[in-house]
Each structure stands twice: as structure tokens, then as C-alpha cells.
Nanobody, 124 residues
Framework: HVQPVESGGRAVPAGGSLRLSCAASDPAFTTLHVGWFRQAPGLVREFVAFVTWKGSVKYYSDSTKGRFTISRDKTKNTVFLQMNNLKPEDTGVYFC?????????????????WGQGTQVTVFS
């Protein structure tokens, strides 16, 4: 059973940067596609970024394109989300999710394995 664990969230000022990590101890994690999602209080969980299991294909939401970068290091069994030029509207709990087969990578319901989330707060 793959259990992703997120880390790296904290409070930062607007314009700052953070790097989130999503790690799993199960080696099967390297064979799974991974998505990052976020959820602000009172709002639905929204897609942020996606990377295929090979790391060769990446997608971003319109609001994060050009500011966020998703990557993966298979030697560390970890997927990263580098977030630059953070804005207050980026505030929320960030989750990583994984699955082996996806039809719509932007839909949370497509993913089987979820982490517990890490809080990111961007203050102005």
C-alpha cells in the first residue's frame, strides 16, 4: 500500500518560494503518476500540477503555470513541487496523490493514494 507523505509547507510572505516534497517508502511509488492538489478553507480541492511516472510529461493549472515546477527524483522516491513568486491566493493545504492509471489527471477522484497534506500560508 503506497502512502505518500507531504512536507515542506509553512508560512511565507508574498513573492517568496517554497519547495514541497511528496515521499513514499514503497518502491511502487516510482511507477505511479503523481498529482499535486490544494484546498483552501471552504473551497473544493483543485488541481495544481501533474507528472507522469517517467517524469517526461508535466501539466500545470493556469494559475500556477510559470511559477510552479513539478519534478521527481526516483532515487529518493520523491516528487517535488517548487513554488516561486507565491501569492496569497496560493494559500491552502497541499496534497499529493498517486495512481497507476488516469483518464483525467486534473480530477481528484481519479487518484487512489493520498497524503495527509501540508499547510502553505502566503501572507501579504
Amino acid at each position: 500500500h503506497v502512502q505518500p507523505v507531504e512536507s515542506g509547507g509553512r508560512a511565507v510572505p508574498a513573492g517568496g518560494s517554497l519547495r514541497l516534497s511528496c515521499a513514499a517508502s514503497d518502491p511502487a511509488f516510482t511507477t505511479l503518476h503523481v498529482g499535486w492538489f490544494r484546498q483552501a478553507p471552504g473551497l473544493v480541492r483543485e488541481f495544481v500540477a501533474f507528472v507522469t511516472w517517467k517524469g517526461s510529461v508535466k501539466y500545470y493549472s493556469d494559475s500556477t503555470k510559470g511559477r510552479f515546477t513539478i519534478s521527481r527524483d526516483k532515487t529518493k522516491n520523491t516528487v517535488f513541487l517548487q513554488m516561486n513568486n507565491l501569492k496569497p491566493e496560493d494559500t491552502g493545504v497541499y496534497f499529493c496523490a498517486a495512481d497507476s492509471a488516469l483518464n483525467d489527471y486534473w480530477r481528484p477522484s481519479e487518484y487512489t493514494y493520498w497524503g495527509q497534506g501540508t499547510q502553505v500560508t502566503v501572507f501579504s
